[in-house]
Every structure is written in C-alpha cells, then in structure tokens.
C-alpha cells in the first residue's frame, strides 16, 4: 500500500498544505513542526510522485532522450550529463527506445519529447537527434543535432579532427584511403565526409566514390560497409571510420577475410569510447570527448533552467588524434 501525503498529516497531526510546504522547502514552519514531520516522511517512507511535483513547480529532474543505450557512446555522453547534474542537484530520467522498433521515424522522437517535456521534467537533452521538429516550451538541448541553429548544441570539432587524422594517413605513406561513413541525417556524419574529402583535396588527391561506403554508425551498417571496402579488386590501403562500432565492425570483417591490422590494411575510428583501447592491436582514433560533451550540454541546460538565455547555436568541443597501434607506415618500394 502506498503512502499518500494525507497519511502523512494524519500522522503528524497537521495540515496537507502543511507537509506540502515541508516538502517544498517553503516558509510558515515552525522549526520543532518542520522536523518532526521531516521524521514522519522518513519513517513512513513517503514520497511526492513526479506528477505530483510537476503540477506544483520544479521536479528537478532532466530528461535524457537517447536509442541504443547500451552503445559505449551514449553511456559515456550520459555519464557527462550526470556529473553536472548531480552537482547541481538534478537528478536523470533517461528515456529510451531501440531506433530499430521504430525503423528510423523521427515522429518517434517528437512524440517522445511532447510527452517528457514540461511534465515530469524540468528540461531535455537529445542525444543524436534525428530531426529538428521537437516541440517543446521548455528548455531542451541536443547532442550531435542534424542540423544546426534548432537547439542550443553541442558538437565537437568533426570536420577539422577527421582531416587531422587523414593527414596523418597521408603522411604514413597511404595514399588509397577509404572512409566508412555514419548516418547522413547528422551533422556529425556530414562534417566527418566533408574533413575526409577536405584532406584528400589538401594532398592533391582524387576523391573516388568506390573509397566511400555509407553506415548509420551501428554494427550492422557497418559491417555491410566495410565488406564492400574490403572486397575491392583494388583494396584500400587504409580505412577511417566514421565512429568506433563502425571501425569495431572493420576490424570483424577484416578478420573474417584474413585482413591483418595494421599490416594489411591501417585503421582510423572516431569517439574514444574506453573499448578503443583494448581493441587488438589497440585503436587509434579520434577522441571528441563524450564525457565533456555530456556534460556540456548539462550546464548548457542548467543555465537555462536557471532563467538564462543561451543561443541557438552549436557549442563545439575540441577533438584531437590518439595514435595508437592500428596503423603503420608504407614500405616503399622500387
């Protein structure tokens, strides 16, 4: 049987309205009242529903929209969130839903953020957003939006990492170097093509629609990627991935055709999930700093929960090159 908050008054003989204002942190409590309700509360172990504290004000939860929960990405990016949250007195729902339930419709997300938003949350962060059209009158941030100016953002430097490490491709001799592509309908993926193809046009060299295989950052799309890569007449000497489950799925599939990393063919993710180091041989990749990212958009959130305005605009974060073992350099010959 549940407690109710009229359990409560009975008990320690007082009025609703005033366990309500206990509660609420509100004035008009004597200090011996306030506490011996405060016990009560405790001892019967009563507590207001989310609904309930909604209809009042304030529930001082944030809502965290994501799919695919269990991928390291999304973890790392909620372990962010959490870290300024809990620091500033917020607690997390996170609502999620495998995107595969509902084939990719983005209806799902604007359904999904009418129902959470304004009720029993305070505000909401979007992880990997597939669409702009989430109505909300309350504050609500993204991470990795397709598109920019919907929402305040944050994303990290894409475009400028991925021809960082390109280069580095380049300058260990690759020349025929193939991207695994993600989904599209992000800006992250668009901005990740777009420094790929900036780095190859930098070297003077032909971009080449065989060297470009598009996955939707999940382990099945890539796979299906990096078996057309790898199955070339003329294969690629290297491939760049456009996260690191895409380059998981290269290294599954080389492995399956007898493909050596790096002897054979060198290897380039992006994300830095902690899988990235315990790959065998270990990945080099990008690391855009999920954690940093959550929590970015946490305080970016805060503050608007907090009354402040912040822009429509994407926050981007720094991302930087780790060199680790899954490339080599070009043995010249001749």
Not at 22 to 37: I, S
Not at 247 to 264: K, M, S, T, Y
Request: aromatic share 6%.
């Amino acid at each position: 049987m549940s407690i109710r908050i009229q359990d409560v008054a009975r008990t320690a003989n007082v009025s609703v309205s005033t366990v309500s204002r206990v509660l609420n942190g509100k004035y008009g409590v004597a200090p011996e009242t306030y506490q011996r309700v405060r016990k009560i509360i405790d001892d019967l172990g009563y507590s207001s529903s989310l609904a309930a504290r909604s209809m009042r004000g304030r529930t001082n939860v944030i809502g965290v929209l994501t799919f695919f929960l269990s991928l390291p990405f999304n973890t790392e990016v909620i372990r962010g969130i959490e870290q300024v949250a809990q620091t500033h007195g917020y607690d997390l729902l996170v609502y999620t839903s495998n995107r595969n339930n509902h084939k990719g419709d983005p209806a799902w997300e604007h359904k999904a953020v009418a129902q959470l938003n304004g009720t029993i949350v305070d505000g909401m962060i979007v992880i990997t957003p597939m669409t702009v059209n989430m109505p909300s009158n309350h504050p609500l941030v993204t991470i990795e939006p397709s598109a920019e100016g919907s929402y305040p953002s944050v994303l990290s430097t894409n475009r400028a990492a991925t021809c960082e490490a390109i280069h580095y491709l380049i300058q260990l001799g690759h020349r025929r170097i193939a991207f695994l592509g993600g989904d599209p309908v992000l800006l992250s993926a668009r901005q990740r093509r777009q420094g790929y193809e900036d780095a190859l046009r930098q070297a003077g060299l032909p971009l080449m629609d065989e060297l470009y295989a598009e996955g939707n950052y999940l382990r099945q799309g890539a796979l299906r990627a990096a078996a057309k890569l790898l199955s070339l007449p003329e294969r690629p000497t290297a491939i760049m991935a456009a996260n690191d489950q895409s380059a998981f799925a290269v290294f599954e599939v080389a492995n399956h055709l007898g493909i050596r990393v790096p002897q054979d063919l060198s290897l380039i993710g992006f994300d830095n999930v902690p899988e990235s180091a315990y790959t065998s041989p270990p990945l080099t990749t990008v690391d855009q700093g999920l954690v940093a990212m959550g929590s970015r958009a946490s305080e970016l959130l805060i503050q608007m929960l907090g009354g402040h305005t912040v822009e429509n605009r994407v926050f981007q974060l720094p991302a930087r090159l780790v060199v680790r073992e899954s490339c080599r350099a070009l043995v010249e010959t001749g």
